[in-house]
């Protein structure tokens, strides 16, 4: 009775109008008026184009032979030189830093963050999820807060933590760790590890910023879960970490992929914290780089190269995208169905 009240209310025109089958099956998009069909492909046309523009004019200058500031609008190339990509692949920069070394460091950073980062977020998000604690609420809302600030804002405090954590040689065969231990005093220490300027300190930057949203995200998915499939394994004798490795980790599979996967995209493409933290080039990620290629002033970048360079960058987050775009899709409304 309800699902006939629901599909007797009038719908608008928008509603009506954008109405169809989605579920994938061929030849459902001819029981649309054709008029209908016109104008939406009409629509889907146009933001196509939209949001192709750019793409393509990248695309073209990547495989032009020449470097200078392109000076008129070409879509589409008049010439095929991959010139530009091969320069990326053997010498990016005037640094001596491979393009290997650097999609390292960016692997390593994205990979590690976001695996990290979703083993902390699903036990905290269980946590939230399951039981009533002290000042429960206070800490969720803790959690939360710095959701609401752009993340360039926890950068300086950040900074300032990881910079006063350093390995430091005191001569004489003595070394001490800062801020927990210091050199006698009228040594000049010999800096030999700062955890600020690694790859470590920039992770571990990188991690505070991707928990906010990771539990937020995870324990919205962990609330679905039936907590009668819970109880009913202590009935059976199972053990708590039993319940959560066995039962309830196994349920939210897709969502854990999405997580992993929508923050895989963000750590791959992070600027802001490397470019602020780094100061060795053989540190530094792709996204630095390719802010590197700029110089100092904007007529002095290599536009052919600079273009290629940013389609390789984009390449592998693109790859596993498409790869992975149903399991995402499903995890992502999984969650509005369940319950």
């Not at 065969?173 to 800096?191: H, Q, R």
Request: aromatic letters at 12%; hydrophobic letters at 50%; a positive charge.
């Amino acid at each position: 009775m309800a699902i006939q009240a629901e599909s007797s209310k009038p719908k608008n025109f928008l509603v009506r109008f954008f109405t169809m089958d989605t579920s994938g099956a061929k030849g459902v998009g001819r029981k649309l008026p054709l008029w209908r069909q016109l104008l939406i492909q009409l629509l889907c046309l146009v933001i196509a184009i939209e949001v192709m523009f750019p793409l393509m004019y990248v695309i073209t200058m990547s495989l032009s032979s020449k470097s200078e500031r392109p000076t008129s609008l070409q879509l589409f190339p008049k010439e095929i030189n991959f010139g530009a990509f091969k320069q990326v692949v053997d010498r990016p920069t005037a640094n001596p830093v491979t393009f290997g070394r650097l999609a390292l460091n960016s692997f390593i950073l994205s990979v590690s963050v976001g695996l990290i980062s979703l083993l902390i977020a699903v036990s905290a998000a269980y946590a939230f999820s399951r039981f009533n604690f002290s000042m429960r609420q206070v800490l969720m809302i803790l959690v939360f807060v710095p959701l609401l600030m752009p993340g360039v804002g926890l950068a300086t405090p950040l900074f300032l933590l990881l910079n006063s954590i350093k390995f430091v040689n005191c001569g004489g065969g003595l070394y001490a760790l800062t801020p927990f231990m210091s050199c006698v005093a009228g040594v000049t220490p010999k800096i030999i590890f700062n955890l600020r300027d690694s790859l470590l300190g920039v992770g571990i930057a990188m991690i505070s910023g991707a928990l906010p949203f990771a539990i937020w995200n995870l324990k919205g998915y962990l609330d679905t879960i039936p907590k009668e499939l819970e109880e009913a394994g202590k009935i059976d004798g199972a053990s708590s970490n039993q319940i959560f490795f066995k039962i309830v980790l196994p349920l939210a599979v897709p969502q854990l992929a999405v997580t992993f996967f929508l923050g895989f995209i963000g750590y791959w493409q992070e600027f802001v914290l490397p470019w602020l933290f780094l100061t060795k080039p053989q540190n530094y990620t792709l996204s630095m780089t390719l802010y590197n290629m700029t110089g100092q002033y904007a007529t002095s970048i290599p536009w052919n190269t600079f273009s290629a360079f940013s389609i390789i960058v984009a390449a592998p987050v693109a790859i596993i995208y498409i790869i992975l775009q149903k399991q995402i899709v499903s995890g992502l409304t999984l969650g509005g169905v369940k319950g």
